[in-house]
């Protein structure tokens, strides 16, 4: 795996709007510096996510210093939202996960994200990311804690493997659906320069100073059948991952991790095997 290099950063500020990508990022022990520390919840305090709206993935929100964010999507004027002041949380719902969240201090951003989406929403903000979730204890070592991301701190995904997956996908029933870009697995980390399903045999990576705890592979569900360009849904990769990558009865793409320790990962960076 010499020649292995980070090919590419993706962030994504608001948990199940559009990725944002970036040249570098600060890794810290819940994830990526600004990746999904906000999200949208129901007003029965559920998450909100393109499983039942798909629409999200035309919503964008870019990061602004201090951690507020600048919200934009088709047809909506752009509209800036700081980390509340507030000190007072509320009770989410992260499917099996209860967590402790902030309420955007401004009605404008609840009212912005509900327009959008047709239906009442509101937006809440992770304070204190050190505390508030731990990872699943059937995984987790002792203290380790994730944001609002599904289950895990990132989640790396390889060129290599998507070049494997879109062949099948392209000899198969649903080959139209192809081939499908990298987005519709709404990796943090893509790696180039590896064989393709490479990263199954891994436990420990270094993605240039930063080591990475290569915990299970990433189950997917309807998300990835998301066009992130139009929200439109398809029959891939579900179809060709459930022929052909099953791990435990689900089909799976890509690899969670927790992260060591802190520190930074710049696109080009090294990629090495640690054990």
């Not at 950063?9 to 970036?22: D, E, T």
């Not at 520390?37 to 039942?52: P, Y």
């Not at 951690?67 to 934009?72: A, K, N, P, T």
Request: hydrophobic share 40%; glycine share 10%; net charge positive.
């Amino acid at each position: 795996m010499g020649k292995a290099r980070l090919r590419s950063i993706h962030v994504h500020p608001v948990k199940a709007f559009r990725s944002l990508s970036l040249r570098e990022v600060v890794v810290e022990p819940w994830g990526p510096a600004g990746d999904r520390r906000w999200m949208l919840i129901d007003d029965g305090g559920k998450v909100v996510t393109q499983r039942r709206q798909p629409r999200l993935a035309l919503a964008a929100a870019e990061l602004l210093p201090g951690g507020g964010v600048r919200l934009s999507a088709p047809g909506m004027e752009p509209l800036t939202v700081p980390v509340p002041r507030g000190v007072v949380t509320v009770p989410t719902q992260l499917f099996r996960d209860e967590v402790e969240a902030l309420p955007a201090d401004d009605a404008a951003a609840h009212d912005w994200c509900s327009a959008f989406l047709g239906a009442e929403v509101r937006l809440v903000h992770l304070d204190d990311p050190a505390a508030r979730r731990p990872v699943d204890p059937r995984y987790a070592l002792p203290g380790e804690t994730v944001a609002f991301a599904d289950g895990f701190p990132l989640l790396l995904t390889t060129t290599a493997s998507l070049d494997a997956l879109n062949s099948l996908i392209a000899g198969g029933p649903h080959a139209a659906d192809g081939p499908l870009p990298m987005n519709r697995f709404r990796p943090n980390l893509v790696v180039s320069g590896t064989e393709p399903w490479a990263e199954d045999g891994w436990s420990r990576v270094a993605v240039g100073e930063v080591v990475l705890r290569v915990v299970k592979s990433c189950g997917r569900c309807v998300v990835t059948t998301t066009d992130q360009a139009t929200a439109g849904r398809g029959a891939e990769p579900l179809h060709t991952l459930g022929r052909h990558r099953r791990v435990d009865g689900k089909p799976v793409f890509g690899q969670n991790l927790v992260p060591v320790g802190r520190g930074t990962v710049r696109a080009g960076d090294p990629v090495r095997i640690v054990d």
